[in-house]
């Protein structure tokens, strides 16, 4: 029963999602009812690993690891941040600042060093791999969509070189497309196998 | 009932015997150890063994621990089974050399018919501990043990042999009248019988159990297990006077009768090509981590970051060059795409009492590229409607969300509905598409926090940053929705996986990243923040093609294999 | 510059400074950054969901609801606590039903998504391209318009084909068992090309991305600078 019923509440949900596919005008508000208890369950999916981060970095401490110091700084922040955000509710300007103005410097940040390993990395980009179909492809993709969104190229309407450019701006539709359809199928697979108990992901034993 | 075995003739004597019958050789057990051992085991043969009880590994204490062995004086009623060559008898000298767990064994295997059965359970037993043993001590002792009594054994095993050759032919078993817990033995051991026949020293080893445990100890041996007794056929084997069985037997400490066990034989190995081809990887494995290998030097980690940094001053110095230096150039006016004109012409067509839902999908590090592509699309819409509807699917969405419409400096008459927070985008897409469906009454339903108008939006705008997330939202909303019309506002790595919506007709129009707001714009004249670092974004993404084309045609790639040659 | 916006801006420039520290190598000031980061972010969060998901649509009808109403969250609060119990050791497998839960939900959706939202759309798509009333009305546009279909058609196809691992049910040799079936392998070589291609254009925009915070970032610290001169 243990191993039974979990299988059947993932494949009766499933099917009663399902459903509203098939059955919109009639499904009521059962469908909006599953999603809002989805909703609530990966809310507190969040917390739990929230929880296992913060039950690391104080295992990290009390057994006074490498590192404690960062631990100490995340836990204090935590705590202070958690405090405000209970004092003064997200709607706060001070509050909305205080996240707005650490976050937001150090995401982008974070992004303008993608920016600079990107460039650093840009020489080895062929040699790594070689001159395959992929690599050349790629190499003159990239060349071509960069040297177009420079805005130098100025082309008249419906001239054969305008008409060229849309050709080379639709190119990646095919690779894209082709790409979006894989996705799908495996998407579509893995979803399939989980409904009809092929997988279990959410436990031990198949 | 034990007997003795004449070292020099391999005649079968009386236990209390002290000389051969046929050879008139002592059969006294300081004589016995001295005549089956070599010149360089010497006198040692005791010594060991009182030492190796010591270091008992768990065969020997598995047999050790029967008590039910008591010592009594070897009787005379002739025994089933052949005795080894020390006997258990009520010599003092003897039973004061010999530990008591082998007279235990003896007195044991003389008195119970079934003590070879228990012997060979706890055999199986004991490989299992064998097998677990790590220790070295007791491996050490043990090993040296049974390599001693090995040698005894094959010196008097040869002389047994010897000896049985001069015995007339007919006393020769044939080949195919060797008992069947020989052949089960040497089938495995992998010793063909004539292999025997040609390395009568130390190959005899073959069939004894004492090289087949030593061999355990070594890690040689299978690890098949050992085959059930069959006992009727060992009745049988010795009610034909298999007298040259009984020569084949090594001295074994008193173990020598679990040989005669081994009369079934031994199931056939199988292998599998599967089997073998991970055996042999296996082998290759070991192989290899045993071979040399080239150090790698790590002075190498140090040049990574010096060259990273080497890069990141020479962008950023150019970048800060072309954005401090003076005044951009004007963008010239070009024909749109086609996906940001539709785009621009839904948002000019909209009617004022439009129910518009804007979903905020992108994270706090996207912050600055929205707020140079999304003004020029949420400007004409907030200034249009009158009420609009805003979701956040990202952690900072809400936040981020008040920010970008703080910006805009939209009107204070715009009313603002927030539908909150939702952590799973394909969740709130297909909830929302679904909110205002339904006529099953289910009763006494809790009703929904959030209002949403009663007939569905006019237009969804989906501000996003991930071709992941914002694809969960089209394939949804499409599909549930698809009288809605929906646009994207996306950050230029999401655009590319996300043009085929828009050619399939599943996505109204779209603009994606800075270089098409930056036309849009150009395109109405008006004067933005992109204009300011469009020269600093040129300058950059020149820098960029230029270091692609010389890493491809003139860098040289140090591989793997050339650096260890280098080191070598 | 009045002192909130002066102590944001030092905030954010020394923050944005102990990041790019990252170029010399991992080192304390980019720990502390990040480790300061990630406590911010788990503490928002806790409060995002307690205030706005879980006090609003579980603790508010629970508590104020009629009676009737409150039936509806059972299940909800039932699966809660089996999730909860199943952090226990001792308890694990409770905590397979609420996930199970979750998991029905999400195949669903994401099959519902995948065959609705984009395998038959996108499908039909490709196949449209070559419906003659989408083209243009003069010659020399439908001749570019099959070209353009004919090439999408090829790319879409050749990009599947790249990801076929399949292999061939009765093999003749040893050979034809470890190699895909011609026409996948030709398929596939041309499906490099397009993949090569869309990758291409992701990674520039990807650049294209990164230059703009990277931009963005050098004129942040460049106005805190001159403000602060020029203010100071």
């Known amino acids: 029963m243990k191993k039974i019923l979990p299988v059947i509440i993932a494949t009766v949900s499933g099917i009663l999602v399902l459903a509203g596919y098939f059955f919109q005008d009639r499904s009521g508000g059962l469908l909006v009812l599953l999603i809002n208890w989805g909703i609530l369950l990966i809310s507190v999916v969040g917390l739990v690993g929230i929880g296992y981060l913060l039950q690391m970095h104080i295992h990290r401490l009390i057994q006074h690891k490498k590192g404690r110091f960062f631990s100490v700084i995340l836990l204090v922040t935590f705590l202070i941040t958690m405090t405000l955000g209970f004092l003064f509710s997200l709607e706060s300007e001070f509050f909305r600042d205080l996240i707005l103005n650490i976050q937001i410097p150090v995401e982008t940040s974070l992004l303008a060093l993608l920016a600079v390993i990107l460039f650093s990395s840009s020489t080895r980009l062929i040699k790594t791999r070689g001159w395959t179909p992929l690599s050349i492809g790629f190499l003159c993709s990239a060349l071509m969509f960069l040297f177009l969104d420079l805005g130098f190229l100025q082309t008249g309407s419906g001239t054969l070189a305008d008409e060229l450019i849309v050709l080379i701006r639709r190119l990646p539709l095919a690779g894209a497309r082709g790409i979006l359809l894989g996705m799908a199928l495996g998407g579509l697979i893995v979803g399939l196998r989980v409904l009809l108990s092929l997988d279990r992901p959410f436990g031990e034993g198949k | 009932m034990t007997k003795l075995i004449c070292p020099e003739c391999g005649t079968e004597n009386d236990p209390s015997a002290e000389r051969c019958s046929e050879c008139g050789a002592p059969l006294t057990i300081e004589k016995l150890i001295e005549n089956s051992k070599g010149d360089e085991t010497g006198g040692d043969a005791l010594d060991r063994l009182s030492a190796a009880e010591t270091d008992l590994p768990g065969l020997l204490h598995a047999l050790k621990q029967d008590g039910d062995v008591t010592d ?36 044991r295997a003389s008195e119970e018919a079934d003590s070879a059965g228990e012997i060979i359970q706890k055999l199986s037993a004991a490989q299992e501990n064998l097998a677990q043993e790590g220790s070295e001590s007791k491996h050490e002792g043990f090993t040296s043990w049974i390599q001693n009594i090995q040698e005894e054994a094959s010196s008097s095993a040869s002389e047994n042999r010897a000896a049985e050759e001069s015995v007339s032919d007919e006393n020769r ?99 599998t090509r599967e089997e073998q081809a991970q055996a042999d990887q296996l082998d290759a494995t070991i192989v290899d981590e045993g071979a040399s290998r080239v150090l790698q030097k790590p002075g190498k980690r140090t040049s990574k970051w010096v060259m990273r940094l080497f890069f990141a001053l020479l962008l950023i110095g150019s970048v800060s060059l072309a954005l401090f230096a003076g005044n951009s ?184 990243g800075i270089s098409e707001a930056a036309a849009i714009e150009a395109s109405e004249a008006c004067e933005t923040n992109i204009s300011s670092l469009w020269r600093a974004y040129q300058t950059g993404i020149l820098m960029l093609m230029i270091f692609m084309l010389i890493g491809a045609f003139f860098v040289v790639e140090r591989t793997p294999s050339d650096e260890g040659r280098r080191a070598s | 510059m009045n002192v909130s916006e002066l102590i944001w801006g030092a905030v954010g420039v020394l923050l944005t400074v102990m990041v790019l520290s990252y170029l010399i190598g991992d080192n304390v000031l980019f720990q502390i950054a990040v480790h300061i980061f990630i406590g911010l972010t788990g503490g928002y969060l806790v409060v995002l969901i307690i205030n706005h998901i879980l006090l609003p649509q579980l603790m508010t009808p629970l508590i104020a609801g009629s009676w009737s109403e409150k039936v509806w969250f059972i299940a909800p609060l039932l699966m809660i606590t089996l999730l909860l119990l199943g952090q226990i050791p001792r308890f694990k497998s409770l905590g397979n039903i609420p996930l199970a839960y979750l998991v029905g939900l999400t195949a669903a959706i994401a099959i519902g998504g995948a065959v609705f939202g984009t395998l038959i759309p996108q499908s039909r798509a490709v196949i449209a391209a070559f419906d003659p009333s989408q083209w243009d009305g003069n010659t020399e546009n439908s001749l570019f318009s099959i070209l353009d279909a004919s090439i999408m058609l090829i790319g879409t196809v050749g990009t599947l084909s790249y990801f076929h691992f399949g292999r061939k049910r009765n093999p003749k040799n040893d050979q034809e068992a470890t190699q895909p079936p011609m026409i996948f392998k030709a398929l596939g070589k041309i499906g490099q090309v397009f993949i090569g291609i869309t990758l291409g254009a992701v990674f520039a925009g990807l650049f294209s991305t990164s230059l703009v915070a990277l931009i963005d970032r050098i004129v942040v610290i460049g106005q805190f600078i001159g403000q602060l001169i020029g203010g100071g």
Not at chain 2, 202 to 227: C, F, N, R, V, Y
């Open chain 2, 72 to 107: 009594e004086p070897g009787g005379g009623e002739p025994s089933s089974m052949d005795d080894a060559s020390l006997s258990v008898s009520a010599d003092k000298e003897e039973d004061k050399v010999l530990p008591d767990w082998l007279n235990r064994i003896r007195q």
């Open chain 2, 329 to 512: 150039p004007q963008r010239q006016d070009k024909p749109l795409k086609p996906q940001n004109q539709a785009l621009l012409t839904w948002a000019s067509e909209i009617s004022p009492n439009a129910a518009i839902l804007l979903v905020f999908d992108y994270q706090a590090g996207y912050a600055q590229e929205m707020k140079l592509i999304a003004p020029s699309v949420l400007k004409s819409l907030v200034n249009k409607v009158t009420e609009i509807t805003i979701l956040s699917s990202s952690v900072s969405g809400k936040l981020l969300a008040q920010r970008l419409l703080g910006v805009l400096e939209v009107e204070e008459a715009l009313i603002i509905n927030d539908l909150g927070y939702f952590p799973a985008a394909s969740y709130g897409a297909y909830g929302l598409a679904n909110r205002d469906h339904g006529t099953w009454p289910l009763a006494h339903l809790p009703e929904v926090v959030q209002e949403i108008p009663a007939d569905g939006f006019d237009g969804i705008l989906i501000l996003s940053d991930s071709d992941e997330s914002a694809r969960s939202w089209v394939e949804q909303l499409s599909v549930l929705t698809p009288e809605t019309p929906i646009n994207l506002l996306l950050t230029a790595q999401a655009g590319p996986l996300l043009l085929p919506y828009w050619e399939s007709g599943q996505v109204t129009g779209m603009i994606s």
């Open chain 2, 173 to 271: 078993k044939k080949p195919d009248e060797i008992p069947e817990w020989l052949n089960t033995i040497r089938k495995i051991r992998g010793t063909a019988q004539d292999d025997l026949k040609k390395e009568p020293s130390h190959d005899l080893g073959g069939d004894s159990l004492l090289q087949w445990l030593m061999d355990l100890e070594d890690g040689k041996a299978t690890s098949e297990e050992i085959p059930k007794p069959g006992l009727d056929n060992l009745d049988d084997a010795y009610e034909e006077g298999e007298e040259s069985a009984a020569s084949e037997q090594v001295f074994d400490g008193g173990v020598t009768q679990e040989l005669r066990i081994f009369k079934q034989e031994a199931p056939p190995l199988i292998v």
